[in-house]
């Protein structure tokens, strides 16, 4: 499918049917699958053949959505995972275990952080993180001997801070170590990390991917690109042979194009199990189908819906990285410059009280935990997730009290903007 362009990829790509085989990807329901002899079976366990012997690891309905993330994204291989939170998991955990050290961006979304900065260091990971707008000397200073990964997010949920991937993945490359870039906001049709240096690339596939906020789910892509040969002594679990498969080593086996995402499925799938349904697989085909058509609109929506609150007199403060006034609207055009995401933060006059107030009066946009939904939508973080923060608290972090995130559906944006007009009224 390298071919063709994008919008045909979000149609097409991964699945291709055979002659009087289904149109539509088939759910396969099913938790095994039947051999003839054990000599087939065994092959499979011992990664010698390809196929699938357990839902736990592997699916073909969830392989065929993969392949078709792996098109977009222009990958050499993909996985789905549960959730976006196994799938940042799955990523850094791949090549870092214990002992091990990351370099992060401080601007990420909120589980993120707290899988990093809490869990993974109770499993002996350490991190140190650095400002998206870090600079080359603050990038190198923060890597360590036991570095094994950087990450970050191309447009940070919920600071909305646009990634200077190059500049990223130049730094992870000085230190022989990949790129893990979070592309969940933007989505392929707007921006393709790969292309800009990253190794890998993570999706929660929860949000526009899926787009009609049916399906909890994660995606992780690997560009096939990173040499991790050439760093070996880094890299034991890819480089060095694995007991548990009969001593086979990945990049060996796999190849650069296959080794990470095969080792993942075959060692972290195995042992954690964090796979998506075929259920959940298949509606997030369907939203990928029209995901080159939906997104356009998001961004449409949350360009216009920024313009009218950037001139509105009880608006503080827009973030919107299409807004010329933005801080990131430089990077924005060069890495996103068809639009980034329907996702607008801004901040109201009145602190606290008055975004609960204004948040009551909306009649289209729904208060909910969520984003990137045909439907918009909105949080006010200090009175939902952050509630538990005083507003000093909330100013330090960067959030304050009268902050609204809003995700601007799918709706016409008069409807949109008349429904915040009266709210704000
Ligand atoms: C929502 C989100 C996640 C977590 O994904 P889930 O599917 O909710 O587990 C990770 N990264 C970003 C950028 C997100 O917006």
């Not at 260091?121 to 650095?130: A, N, Q, R």
């Not at 899926?210 to 560009?223: L, M, R, T, Y």
Request: charged share 20%.
């Amino acid at each position: 499918m390298n071919e063709y362009k994008i919008n045909t990829k979000c149609v097409q790509a991964g699945y291709r049917p055979g002659n009087g085989e289904p149109r539509q990807i088939p759910i396969i329901q099913s938790t095994t699958f039947k051999y003839d002899t054990s000599e087939d079976m065994g092959k499979l366990f011992d990664l010698q053949a390809s196929g699938y012997f357990y839902t736990r690891l592997q699916n073909p309905t969830n392989d065929y959505v993969a392949a078709k993330i792996a098109a977009l994204e222009g990958g050499s291989a993909a996985m789905l995972t549960s959730s976006g939170q196994a799938a940042n998991f799955f990523a850094i955990f791949n090549i870092c275990e214990c002992g091990g050290h990351i370099v992060s961006s401080s601007s990420i979304y909120g589980g993120t952080f707290n899988l990093i900065a809490v869990t993974l260091k109770k499993m002996g990971i350490s991190v140190t993180f650095v400002s998206p707008d870090a600079s080359d000397e603050e990038l190198d200073a923060a890597f360590q001997e036991n570095t094994k990964a950087v990450f970050g997010e191309t447009i940070a949920n919920p600071a909305l801070t646009v990634l200077d991937i190059e500049k990223y993945a130049k730094a992870a490359h000085r230190h022989g170590v990949p790129l893990i870039i979070d592309n969940t906001f933007p989505t392929p049709v707007n921006c393709r990390p790969i292309e800009w240096g990253a190794d890998i690339v993570t999706h929660s596939t929860t949000k526009y991917m899926d787009g009609h906020g049916a399906a909890v789910g994660g995606a992780i892509v690997d560009s096939g690109k990173f040499d991790w040969m050439a760093h070996k002594d880094k890299f034991p679990g890819l480089c060095t042979p694995d007991d548990s498969y009969h001593g086979i080593t990945y990049v060996e086996q796999f190849g650069n194009a296959g080794a990470f995402i095969t080792k993942c499925t075959a060692q972290l799938m195995r042992d954690f199990g964090c796979i998506q349904s075929p259920q959940n697989a298949f509606l997030l085909n369907l939203g990928l189908e029209s995901l080159h058509v939906r997104m356009p609109r998001h961004v449409e929506n949350g360009q216009a819906v920024a313009e009218f609150l950037s001139s509105h007199p009880k608006v503080e403060k827009v973030s919107y990285s299409g807004l010329k006034s933005d801080k990131y609207y430089a990077l924005a055009q060069k890495y996103l410059p068809n639009g980034g995401c329907g996702v607008v933060s801004f901040v109201l006059k009145g602190g606290r009280p008055a975004a609960e107030e204004f948040m009551k009066k909306l009649k289209l946009a729904a208060i909910e935990t969520h984003v990137a939904d045909a439907r918009t939508c909105c949080l006010n973080p200090a009175t939902s997730t952050h509630r538990q923060l005083t507003d000093a608290q909330l100013e330090a972090a960067g959030i304050p009290a009268g902050l609204v995130r809003l995700s601007c559906g799918l709706e016409d944006k008069e409807d949109l903007i008349n429904d915040l007009k009266q709210a704000l009224a």
